[in-house]
């Protein structure tokens, strides 16, 4: 076959066949996910589709045993009034 006929043929492959797997990869329908701890230390929280919820379990062990008493946030309120942007903070 000459060069120039095996160049015209891959291109066509590639034009047609690159949709094809395009389209496969797109909406097959992905396979079931068991969540276990052969393949995640997580286990619980769970999303309803049944993936593990990240951010409600980092935020579980990094609030800890926090209480409003504890935050920082309830003091700067206290200090900066109820209007905080036009509140004047002393200077050092």
Do not use: C, Q
């Amino acid at each position: 076959m000459p060069r120039r006929k095996i160049r015209r043929l891959t291109v066509l492959a590639l034009v047609a066949g690159l949709p094809v797997a395009f389209s496969v990869w797109f909406f097959w329908p992905a396979p079931a996910l068991r969540v276990s701890t052969e393949i995640t230390y997580l286990t619980d929280p769970l999303l309803p589709d049944g993936r593990p919820d990240y951010e409600t379990h980092w935020n579980g062990i990094l609030r800890g045993d926090l209480g409003p008493n504890d935050n920082a946030m309830t003091l700067l309120a206290e200090a900066m009034g109820p209007d905080p942007e036009r509140s004047r903070l002393p200077h050092d």
